[in-house]
């Protein structure tokens, strides 16, 4: 886009010296700077797409889920579903294009008058610029959208057209919507002024005319006060708001009015139901409006005095930090517990095989590592493959898996597919695929996407709280955000909806569950907080300090409260930025906690809690059952990188921060193999089987709560291949009584 | 003459893009993991490079790797493709000397020394596809034999040698384009520019047998190659500048509506 710089380089003008104008090139700079919002939310639109789509793609794993509007195989009426997500996915993206292009047209326009930066003139070529350009970013978006979806609407027929007719029908409501504004902005007016003048000031329509006609003059009163403090650029010489500003306010509302429908549709018909029918990108675009509109507000205020957006924001941060709901909290409810369950007395649960009574007891513990929503799948699948595989037996030659499990250390993505596995429990039997009420399919359930949610979080709760903590006042708002919404998602059972986990430790009790390790880790001392329903108890006593130095427990930190148990697993859960780090609401907000976060930030394999907990069990204990441990791996370890040519004063002010990285995990790699390894040769009774998802030679890893077809083929093809065998059989060996060596798969 | 010249060029510069282009996206680098000889991020390169039987392996695989068959397929399906790059960026070069030479052999006053450097140019890029079809016949050869021939990579240094002296001495003709404005000023900068540092440092890896000059010099001439084409392409369009040229646009009857709708004014 060209900016004019009269009189000596009229656009358009022959004459334009070829020499360099140094005032010419210092204005396209002032206005690129001007114009940052506007320009880095269509960078973000226009350049989303190609690196999130296609194979490969550097954001992929973190981002192509949005794009994915393809509906369920078993979702009814899918062809209704995907015409609607993409004509909803259409208006939005035209309602951002049209945002960037009204705070682009207003600060060219206004640029010279507020800023000083130079006239700009408002030629044809201009106003084609300011429409062609935003234009770009909604092709690249449905671009985008249609790439993605259409290798996975096989079972949609004619899906490159029902696509294409969603898109159309959402250009076309988007049409409306412009009109809409404009009559907003220029016609609305102008009949409530006529029907005033006429004298329709009695009776309904004209008590309705006047409130309409107050309500407007309110708005623009509202909008004009920026512009009463500094004038320029907001108001013309009569002290009226100008033109260009009020469609900006028009269109705006009318955005508003979206928003609020958005948030009324995915309340009723999309958190509500299994199928998401108002897509995530549209959450995300929303998202990317209201920051569009607001920024730019900000900027167009601020810039006149030179004063930079970022310390306006974090003056703001800062300021609204002062009230207690600027955090984020989980619920947690009083409650009286029982005696606690300790290493012994799990221990004492144990069962030998019925026809090899003469062989000692044999429990299988099981650590699952952490990776989102690959690694919630991965253990989901692997637990319920070995259940599926080792079922109860009439005659008592084996013991069944379900039966044999009696704790699971999980992290992270891991502790959602623990959680998942560990509701299917009835009455101490693991009852997978069950039809009816019943009905328990965890792989199903860990497996499904939550990206919608997380989205809605950070669209509404976060978004508006984040602006205005001070609305924050009731344990309802106080505990909303997309934490929360996460596991909203997560309860997809009618157990889990309801699911305590003082309820879990009562089934520890009374065998009717396994026990359950969700690590989490605290932010302010670094330490592991273990959310169990079992209790480690005091270490022995040599090394009681030390061993117990590194991490909490759930009761001791906040003894009497308790939480839900999809609660217990979003703690544990808490990857970086996709949740966020909450602490416990007890009696008010204002009180000083704990944060908790993911807990893989101190150990991501679910191993160093079931060491500890495996040395308190086994210290001092006279008869020792065999254990089997089953350590559960969603991504490859262990793979050499090699060296680098990277060098130079930027490697060596980055390398402090790659080193800390690279340290968390090759470090807890190394300490957990040595853990196990020191206690395999403390205790030769422990066994270990290792089952590690390996991905397809083009797999990446999803870093978002979705996975895409691909990505759910693999994790089946994976555990049905052949690879996998030894290790099946090592506890398919366990379970008989056999003996049985350590095997990694 | 000289429209006839840059319409050519625009052709042989998309041709050459579109090209080279394919030729790198159709090669999977998966099928490459792991550090290649010489430093290089190309296996092409690092073949046509490569002095030893073992830095054959390193690209190839062992004789019992799975593998070995699909990178050997890969390459000899990249040397089909070479073809199409090979007559385009020859075309595109033998057009900037042209133009060279056609700025130079103006009729009042002739300027011998600009035509003199668009006649190397010519030549330089005659050479360079003479190279590079000898280097692609024996690269064949060492791909099915797994050993590598001494004579590659001498063919291969003077085929870089050649290439890149005649874009440096054909980068030349961007400067030589009357006067221009805004954007199309910015382009010839940047194609006359980007075409001249390729030359130098692409010089310097063929004669010093510098892979990293040689694979940076790559970089540069991608820039140059596009940058260039999209000048030529727009030289009319944009003869008055980007704006003057929307401003155009934008009287045209659909984007004429298009750019007074929705309208506050």
Known sequence: MSIATPPRSAPGSSTTPSRLDPDAVARYWAYLYLMRVPLLVWLVMTLAPPLAVPEK????????????????????????????????????????????????????????????AGPVINSPGIKLSVRLVPMLAVASLLGGVFWQTRSAIDHVPGGGAVMASGFAVGTALFVLVAMGAAWLEGELPRR???????????????????????VARGIVWLASLPGRLSPKGYLDSTGTLLDRHVFALSLFLVFLLLYVVLFVGKGWYGLLSEQPVVPTLCLALALLIVLTWLLSAVTFFLDRFRVPVLVAIAAYGWAVSVFAGADSFFLSKPAVLGEEILPRHLLAQAESVPARADRPPRL?????????????AWTARVLAGLADENPVLADGKALSFGQALKLVSAVSGGSVGAMFILDCYRDGRLVLNADGPDACRPVENAERSSLDQVAWGIAYPDLV????????????????????????????????????????????RNRR???????????????????????????????????AGGRMQFHELYPGRDIDVATAARLSATFPIVSPASRILKKTAAESEFHVVDGGYNDNYGVASLAEWLDHALAGTASLPDVLLVEIRSFPVGREPEPTDDRGWLFQAGHPIMTLVNVRGAGQLSHNELDVRLLQRWRSNVRRVTFTFTPPPRGEAPLSWHLTPEQKQALAAAWNAAGLAPCKAAVRSFLAGDPVETARC | MLVVLRTLAVIAGAATVIAAAWTTAAIDRDLFPGKLPGGVSAPILALELGSSEKDVTRVLGAPDEPQRSARQAAIVGSLARDRLFIVAYTAWLVLLGALLVTHGVV??????????????????????????????????????AARPDPSLKAWTLWKFGAFYGALGLGSFSFFLEPGRVGVQRWLRRVAGLTGIIAGVVGIAGAVLG????????ILFAAVAILSGTVFFATIHWLRDGLLAALDRLGERPVLCWLANWPSDE
Request: net charge positive; hydrophobic share 50%; aromatic share 4%.
């Open chain 1, 57 to 116: 793609a550097p954001l992929g794993p973190m981002l192509r889920g949005l794009f994915d509007l393809a509906p369920d195989a078993s979702a009814p009426r899918p062809a209704l579903v995907l015409a609607l997500g993409c004509g909803l996915v259409a208006l939005f993206a035209w309602m951002a294009a049209a945002a960037l292009a009204v705070c682009a047209r207003l600060i060219l326009l206004g640029g010279e008058d507020r800023f000083g």
């Open chain 1, 465 to 508: 709280f984040g602006l205005l903590p001070m609305l924050r006042v009731s344990e309802r708002s106080l505990t909303t955000d997309r934490g929360s919404a996460l596991e909203h998602a997560w309860r997809r059972t009618a157990s889990l909806r309801s699911a305590k986990l003082a309820d879990w430790r009562d089934d520890v």
């Open chain 2, 107 to 144: 009729r009042d006053e002739p300027r011998w020394r600009l035509a003199g450097l668009g006649a190397a140019a010519v030549l330089l890029a005659a050479v360079a596809a003479v190279c590079d079809v000898n280097e692609n016949r024996q690269l064949a050869t060492l791909v099915a």
């Open chain 1, 513 to 547: 569950r396994p026990g359950v390790i969700f690590n989490a880790t605290l932010v302010e001392s670094g330490k592991r907080l273990l959310i169990s329903t079992v209790a480690l108890g005091d270490p022995p006593p040599p090394m009681r300090d030390d061993a």
């Open chain 2, 210 to 217: 510098w892979p990293g000059g040689i694979e940076g010099g």
């Open chain 1, 192 to 214: 409530l002024a006529v029907r005033m003048a006429g004298g329709v000031s009695r009776g309904f329509g004209g008590a309705l005319t006047r409130a309409l006609l107050r």
């Open chain 1, 364 to 376: 299988v513990l099981a650590a699952a590592t952490g990776g989102g929503i690959q690694a919630a």
